[in-house]
């Protein structure tokens, strides 16, 4: 099967944390250049860059997969994946109304800019995105699930916003059947943590925040070609 390099964890400039060059050409273009075949954009708790950063890419040998990166009520970052962009925005517009009122102050925090493909500022989002929603860990697979769409738990190897930091480990339930881990090497080097190769499937992503940050060509997938389909065929399978 062939093998494509992938990174499914990217941040555009409507997370307040993303630099103001994460523009949908600027993120489809270093992808491009670091010849990855397949990335995700994944803000937080919102999808309303994902059809620009899609359409972007038409020109290119690259597929953007639209996604969002939840934090649940338990703080836990979860990478969510969906087939189209009408699926992702639709999940992110459930998933908005889930936020704390809390504004976001630009100035403290960062922008959080909605952009067309030609970089064309179309509006900002009020509340700050990054805030935990009021969906648990539990109930965010039956949600996603219903947009039609997977997810996984995100950097589970980091101090925060990880399923490991919150529980002590990865539960069995809710069953996943793919991790996020940022640094497997370092992070496999604790004998306690080699469970996680068996069963699941490791996802290395970048979570770039900034374009020189997005992956390198190295992490691959092997998949029939470069889908939403086959990545869910590869990626919600468990590993026995
Ligand atoms: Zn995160
Ligand atoms: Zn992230």
Known sequence: ???FAYDLHIHSCLSPCGDALMTPPNIVNMAYIKGLDIIAVTDHNSARNVRAVMR????LPLTVIPGIEVTTAEEIHAVCLFPDADSAEKAGEELEKHL????NRPEYFGEQIIMDENEEVTGTFPLLLPNALDVSIDALQALIGSFGGFCYPAHIDRSSN???AVFGEVPPEP?????????PQRFFENVENSRYREGFNIVTSSDAHRLQDISEREHFLELREPSFDCLRGALCSRLL
Not at 56 to 59: H, K, L, T, V
Not at 100 to 103: D, F, S, W
Not at 175 to 183: M, Q, R, T
């Open 1 to 3: 099967m062939p093998r």
């Open 100 to 103: 704390p009122p809390v504004k």
């Open 56 to 59: 972007a890419a038409e020109a």
């Open 162 to 164: 990880s399923i490991i």
């Open 175 to 183: 069953e996943f059947a793919s991790l996020e881990v940022h640094d």
